[in-house]
């Protein structure tokens, strides 16, 4: 590695987004890497949902993300793919959702789904999995889970998050009868404005974080998303 360009990572940190879908644990252990690799320089982090990612390495917050796909390419912004997140939808065991066996979009429709809020103006306005019925959008996953757990709604959740409350059966998996209804998956991208090629510092740390998408078992290929 250059020590010329290392000086210069130190001296002006490393500020980098992650989608709030990312596994927390295997962000951590990035995070904790990184700080032991280059201890000298600053790191600034930010997590954020849909296009929110993209859009804070667009302005020039952030010099990389992991961000969720966005609807149309953006020549500004160099995007390899680096793994997905397994979507799971589930709803709360003691809400009419959970006694309904393969629902149909017409069944779900009559209920209230839960999903998450776009801040950013790359995806404001698009509607991702949002079927037609009532909708509450809250700003993050945590407040998401909370109100399915409490009954309010059904929603897609990252899998990693809802293995405890699935196997605790406070949740449970909603499996639709149409076919391709609900998405399986969300892709990861690595994000850096295409002017602004990361540095050491910043290439390290989106290389491992590349390294947790690989170890991590990915999800199954099935028709539909």
């Known amino acids: 590695v250059n020590r010329e360009s290392l000086d210069i990572s130190r001296r002006l940190g490393v500020a980098v987004a992650v989608s709030a879908m990312f596994p927390m644990p295997d962000l951590v252990a990035a995070i904790d890497a990184f700080r032991a690799q280059f201890a000298e320089t600053r790191l600034e982090l930010h997590t954020e949902a ?21 609807p149309k390419p953006q020549a500004a912004l160099e995007m390899r793919p680096l793994g997905a997140v397994e979507m799971v939808h589930v709803v709360s065991a003691r809400h009419p959702l959970a006694g309904v066996r393969s629902p149909s979009r017409r069944d779900l429709e009559e ?22 019925g009532p909708t509450w959008r809250v700003a993050d996953l945590g407040t998401k889970l909370a ?17 405890q409350a699935l196997e605790a059966r406070v ?22 404005r295409t002017s602004a ?18 170890r991590r078992p990915q999800p199954k290929r099935r028709k539909g998303r």
């Open 50 to 70: 849909l296009g929110g990612v993209a859009g804070l390495v667009l302005d020039g917050s952030c010099v990389i993300g992991v961000s969720e796909p966005l």
């Open 111 to 132: 209920h209230v789904q839960i999903v998450l809020s776009d801040r950013s103006r790359l995806t404001e306005g698009l509607s991702f999995g949002v079927l037609g």
């Open 147 to 163: 109100f399915l757990e409490a009954g309010f709604g059904w929603g897609g959740m990252p899998e990693h998050l809802v293995t």
């Open 171 to 192: 949740l449970t998996r909603i499996e639709s009868g149409d076919p391709g209804l609900l998405s399986r998956e969300v892709p990861l991208y690595a994000a850096h």
């Open 197 to 214: 090629p990361p540095g050491p510092a910043a290439r390290w740390l989106l290389d491992r974080l590349a390294s947790c998408c690989a």
